[in-house]
């Protein structure tokens, strides 16, 4: 049986800033992942941190958006060839990684593309402040607009592995080629848009035999969507399961010669029941709105910019109301702890909440008026527990 990380092995009492599983950054996280291929086709700067990574000459990324580690090995009957890759990958087993806090999209794509934790390359959440307007800033969408470059400035892996002379190319649908998210993101080399999982799959393959050394990385998005609208194991996200399950069969049987597949995820997901328990409502709640001037993140990962003079004040008020269901912690002691990295740049300090809650329980702080569609959600995630810090790392080679 395939041992999860050490840090997610019990159920952490009582709630303290240090007994939140902190993601495994520099061995086994999503950031981790493609330094490790490139530094097997001598990409200089790039370190291979997960060591049981065999190298080879073309690597295939293939991320679902969504499907959790936990997701994964609940559902077998509906993810027949991935679940084999769980028995099989390398000869050996498959393996989770951590995705990093929080586990959102548009963290996690950054940590995959630059190859850094959230601390370094700067999308903390997925609506974090602009310390430069004061305004909340959606990652996700990039709204308010920023410069992208100074928001992000690193160099993508892709990036890297292009001017290392590596044949680098993104496969994913049209509509993501010219935002920001992909330009600071996953840039670098050549953009191929295709709709259809299919289409992109089979051109994941022609890019992989392009060269003699090639980085492909492809996308699927709709596992994510469908936990968000319907629920995991809904019969529609089983469906989309279904799909993408036949999608990674088939990228893999048209592997070309001396390539390693791998799959993986930006996040897991859990389902929150629609009630007064599991569902706080910060619109509506007197004692934790005292104070704050933003309300960053989303429900299970809550980054809170307090106003001015007030944030011990905040922090103490959290704690009281939230302490038993949520991980809760000043900016410095979440910094302190490593929730975001091991170290944090300069220019992402400040866009890191007052106070960061980050949820246990199966419980989610919503903002029905100001985030009315993101609370409407059945399926949520970006905090640490398993079902949604765990993504898969499965792997063909041919």
């Not at 992989?208 to 998005?221: E, H, K």
Request: proline residues 8%.
């Amino acid at each position: 049986m395939t041992q999860l990380p050490t840090a997610w092995d019990q159920h952490p009492e009582p709630l303290t800033v240090s007994s939140a599983p902190v993601p495994e950054y520099g061995s086994g996280s999503l950031a981790d992942l493609l330094p490790t291929l490139a530094a097997g086709m001598d990409v200089p700067g790039m370190t291979a941190a997960i060591s049981e990574l065999t190298p080879a000459d073309r690597n295939c990324v293939f991320l679902i958006d969504g499907l959790g580690w936990e997701q994964l090995k609940a559902h077998p009957e509906d993810a027949p060839f991935m679940t084999s890759l769980l028995a099989t990958s390398r000869g050996g087993t498959g393996r989770p990684l951590t995705a990093g806090y929080p586990a959102t999209t548009a963290t996690s794509l950054a940590s995959v593309g630059t190859g850094l934790p959230p601390g370094a390359h700067g999308l903390p959440g997925y609506t974090v402040r602009n310390p430069d307007t004061g305004e909340l800033m959606n990652q996700l969408r990039w709204q308010p607009w920023a410069p992208p470059g100074p928001w992000q400035p690193y160099p993508t892996v892709f990036q890297l592995a292009h001017r290392a002379g590596v044949h680098a190319a993104q496969v994913s649908s049209p509509t993501f080629e010219h935002t920001p998210l992909t330009k600071v993101a996953l840039s670098g080399g050549t953009f191929l848009g295709r709709l259809s999982g299919e289409d992109r799959v089979d051109l994941a393959a022609e890019q992989l035999a392009a060269d003699d050394r090639s980085l492909v990385y492809t996308y699927f998005a709709e596992v994510d969507g469908a936990g968000h609208r319907y629920g995991v194991d809904s019969d529609t996200w089983r469906g989309q399961l279904m799909y993408a399950d036949r999608l990674v069969q088939r990228l893999a049987e048209q592997l070309p010669p001396h390539s390693a597949l791998y799959v993986t995820a930006d996040h897991g997901m859990i389902d929150v029941p629609f009630d007064e328990q599991h569902r706080i409502d910060f619109d509506e709640d007197w004692e934790l709105s005292a104070g704050v001037a933003l309300l960053g993140g989303e429900g299970r990962a809550r980054h809170v910019y307090a106003v001015p003079g007030a944030a011990n004040d905040v922090l103490t008020c959290w704690r009281e109301v939230l302490g038993e269901q949520f991980w809760v912690a000043s900016r410095d002691e979440a910094i302190a702890a490593g929730w975001f990295g091991p170290h944090i740049d300069k220019r992402v300090h400040g866009r890191i909440g007052d106070v960061i809650a980050a949820a246990r329980d199966d419980v989610l702080l919503i903002a029905s008026q100001r985030e009315p569609k993101e609370s409407a959600m059945v399926g949520n995630h970006g905090s640490m527990t398993p079902a949604e810090q765990l993504v898969p790392l499965l792997e063909v080679r041919s």
